[in-house]
Each structure stands twice: as C-alpha cells, then as structure tokens.
C-alpha cells in the first residue's frame, strides 16, 4: 500500500522518519512525497526535497509563494492521480494542512503530526484545522484538550526530543564524540535551520561571541548545521573564529556545551531538555512581527517558559535581541553554569514529555489505517 507523506521542517524529518519506519514493520507501506534526508533513509522516494518547504514568516514566505504553490499542485495532483491509503504530513502547517484538507476532499485519511502552536496565537483556527483533519498527533500533553470540542480525534504522543536526550549528560562524553579537545567553557551556537534565520542571526550571535572571547580567550563556539547547504554558509560567514561547524549532530553539541544560544523554536526545547542554560532569540521581517505580535495569545513565545509557566530562559524577540542582552544572558551562565532551579524546570519537562513517541504513534496511525 502507499502512503503519501510531506514534511516541511527539519524537525519534521526527524520526527516523521522513525514513525514510518515502525509503521511499515506492521504492513509493506511504499512511502512517497516531500521528505527530508532521513526520511529518504528510511525509504521515502522523494518527488520534492524537503527544503524547499523551509521558510517562515509572511514577508519571507512571498519570494518563493510561486515555486511553494506550484509544488502545492502537484502534490494534489498527485494524491487524486494515485489515491494513497493516507497521507501523513508534520510541520509547516500552512503548507500541509490545506493539502490534507485537500486529501480529506478525495476520500483520503489526512493525519497530521505536530499541532499548530494555537496554544501561542491564532487559537481560532482550531474550527478549520478540525475540518482539514481526520487525525491529529500531539507533542503536548495540553493540546488534546485544545481541540476537545472541535471534534477532532487528537492523541498525546509524546516529544520524540524526550525519548532521543539523555537529561544532563556529561558533557565530556560529547566534547569527545566531536573532537574537542577543550576543558574550558563551550557555546553552542544555533542560529536556525533555515538559510534566512542564518543569514538574520548568525551575524548577531557572532557580534556576541567575539565580545564573549575578549573576556574568556579558550571560549571554543559549536555550530551544528542543520544541511550540507547551510554548512557551506555558515563557514563562510565564521571566518578565523575559534567555532567549529559540524553536519547535524545537534544533541551533541548542545551537550558539549556550557551554554546554549539558539533561534527561538523547537532548538531552545531540544537544549532545555538536555539540561544545558539556555539564551533563545529571534528576529523576522519587521512587518511579519507586527501580524504576528497581534495575534500572540501567551505571556511567552518560547515552548520551555511556556510549559514552566514562568520565565525559565531569557527570551530577546526582535527589538530585545542585540549583542549586549545577548551578553548580559549568556555570560553568567557560561561562567557559573546551571542553577539547581534550572535543573529541576528542566527536569519536570523532561519528564512530562518521556515516552516512546515512535511506538505510541505508529500503533495509533496502524489502528486507524486498518
């Protein structure tokens, strides 16, 4: 049987591939779609790279609208012209959900991975996304209740980063699997896994690490990049700085790290639940953050403040990001490490999001599928 898939997101990629690799254990599944390289890995042939897809914000999203609704077509073409038993999307929600609406139309199952964050903003589209969806799988343990009156069939599954992280390893262990042969402060340098956030903050965080050098001179940075094209950018714009680029390997260096910098987004959850103290930071297209502050439904915008329900890593969005609120963060927990506060947030997190994410989703979509 076939099943079409989409993904829009490294996360996405990430999370969608272990799940279809359970899934065909169950039935001879042949997977086709937008997919990542790790859904490739894992057997997905490819009709558009997931890439393609990896582009936030209205303003940035207009220059590629053209080649993103063109790949929209085809993909609808697609799912009418072969009528797969599913179609199971993660991520990129503006992307995806019109698309599953548009599977639900033919008679097709649309499941969806990775709710909408309507926990943050926009909580009334719940009405329609219950409409574009026959299946929701949630990362959250609130959000089932989000969705509680729309009718929805919406399932808790865990946060595959929960089942993937070791909560405060020894750092050590990682410093060693990267080939750092350093014993003195490491930052992990995350500045986005799209070419515009790189491009946005990499310059700021780099700002930032030069002053952070001139007052601890064996500071050693790590940049995890998210693909090979991304690698490429990111060491031309690194120049003879004392920061190593690796290919992916992110849980790495957040745990070789004593800090971590990120863009704001699913990297400052993936960094909290490693135990490591956390800066997040974001800056998009002025206008993109005037439509999407309006909308904003929560006192915050990061996912670990929001479940700790209190500030538990600086958040520096847009006007508040710049080199010297970058220092004021990072500087004190590079030189003193985790607080036990920290450590204890961290921890309820971690164990509120723990499970076999992979098993629980599988089972869920082959119970429905059948």
């Known amino acids: ?99 599953c609406a548009h599977a639900k139309s033919l008679g097709v199952p649309a499941i969806h991975v990775v709710s909408p964050s309507v926990w943050a903003w926009r909580r009334n589209r719940i009405p329609k996304i219950a409409k574009q969806l026959d299946l929701l799988l949630c990362l959250f ?64 965080f780099l700002g930032a690490f030069d002053q952070l050098v001139k007052e601890t001179p064996d500071l050693v940075g790590v940049i995890p990049s998210a693909t090979h094209d991304l690698y490429a950018l990111i060491q031309s714009m690194i120049g003879s700085r004392s920061i190593r680029v690796v290919h992916g390997e992110s849980q790495q260096v957040m745990a070789a790290s004593t800090a971590v910098l990120v863009a704001s987004g699913t990297a400052a959850l993936e960094s909290v639940l490693t135990g490591r103290p956390t800066v997040a930071v974001y800056q998009m297209n002025p206008w993109t953050y005037r439509m999407v502050k309006g909308k904003l439904e929560t006192e915050f915008v990061t996912l670990p403040n929001f479940l700790a329900k209190k500030p538990m890593i600086p958040e520096l969005i847009q006007g508040a990001a710049s080199i010297d609120s970058i220092l004021n963060a990072i500087n004190p927990m590079l030189k003193e490490g985790p607080s036990d506060t920290f450590l204890l947030d961290a921890r309820k997190i971690y164990d509120a999001l723990s499970g076999d994410v992979t098993d629980r989703a599988s089972r869920i979509i082959v119970d429905y599928l059948s």
Do not use: W
């Open 1 to 99: 049987m076939q099943i079409c898939v989409a993904a829009g997101e490294v996360s996405g990629d990430q999370i969608l591939a272990p799940i279809l690799s359970r899934v065909s254990e169950s039935a001879p599944f042949v997977y086709s779609g937008i997919a990542g390289p790790q859904m490739v890995e894992a057997g997905t042939y490819p009709l558009f790279p997931m890439d393609r897809l990896s582009v936030m914000g209205v303003m940035e999203v207009l220059p590629r609208l053209p080649e993103l609704l063109s790949i929209r077509r085809q993909m609808k073409h697609y799912l009418g012209a072969s009528h797969p038993a599913a179609l199971i999307s993660c991520d990129a929600p503006d992307f995806n959900l019109p698309l």
């Open 141 to 204: 343990p609130f959000e089932p209740e989000l969705y509680a009156d729309s009718g929805l069939r919406c399932e808790f599954i865990g946060h595959p980063l929960a089942a993937q992280i070791s909560f405060n390893p020894d750092p050590m262990g990682s410093r060693c699997a990267l080939d750092l042969s350093v014993s003195g402060p490491v930052l992990g340098i995350l500045p986005g896994s799209r070419e515009s956030e790189v491009k946005r903050l990499l310059p700021l």
